[in-house]
């Protein structure tokens, strides 16, 4: 597979430019993002966004989040707008968190899975915000729909070189902003109904949520919007992904050996032995520096040629909450 082109880092305005002029053609480009890389297209051109199904494997019906240069684009593709969705925009956008809202008419379905809502987010990165902007003052629809960068269901790139090492010739460029700081997709609130449901957990938490409207989001007990990542096999490494507790890990990986075979391991408490002859990544014990880490670790084991990738169970309570779901879907996908 052809290398794709990758800008430096930081991309130079020409750079900048160059991704402008690829979107306006109907081109796909690579977007970092605070969460995780894009697959980036305008999203008012249902052509270009096929493109990003196509690169991707991605089923038609599964709607994409549509990134905005600021709050005041909402408007443009969103109808029916609640009072809590401009306080929630004011408060964590630029930022991690998407909003599912009804669409305005003209919003094409291919964006939307052909759907009623749209989720909308400004993503909290330089250079998407950079690329955004100047798409949008060259008489760009404002939006780019952008899921992750890579082959459908599998792991996130959290990286530009994950990008071109997934998807090669398949997106054109890719802007180089650097390691995503957060590491894990956008929390994303559904508004649809007017009231909030939580429809995938993320770096702001529902009691954040709750602290700027007063209601928190629960998850929703009915019927809802189909949303990016929430399928129940997702984020899923190709070799065989099992969860350890803590207490038989070394018991576990102690077994393997004996039996001749060879694990990669990501644990947050327990440091690499040195007697066994596994691949180790040791990941931060909180979950901000853990959810950084994770998907990069996952993917490096995930080409290390082990027979099983073993994750140390994460420890309970909600500020792991969006951890936990990541690997919830990457065991039930993995191995495939």
Known sequence: MQAAAISACPPSPADIDRAVQLLQAGELVGIPTETVYGLGADASNAEAVAKIFAAKGRPADHPLIVHLPGHDWIERWAADIPDAVWELAETFWPGPLTLILKKQPWVPDAVTGGQDTVGLRVPGHPVALALLRAFAQAGGSGGVAAPSANRFGRISPTAAQHVA??????????????????????????????????LRPGHITPEQIETVIGVRPEKPLGAVPRASGTLEAHYAPRTRLKVVARERLLDFLNVVRHRGGFCGVICHSQPPHAGMPHVWKMLPADPAGYAHGFYGALRELDGAGADTIVVEALPEGPAWAAVADRLRRAAFGSGE
Request: with cysteine; net charge negative.
């Open 165 to 198: 090492d997934e998807l090669g010739e398949r997106v054109p460029f890719i802007l180089d902003g650097g390691a995503c700081p957060v590491g894990i997709e956008s929390t994303i609130i559904d508004f649809s109904s007017g009231v909030p449901r939580l």
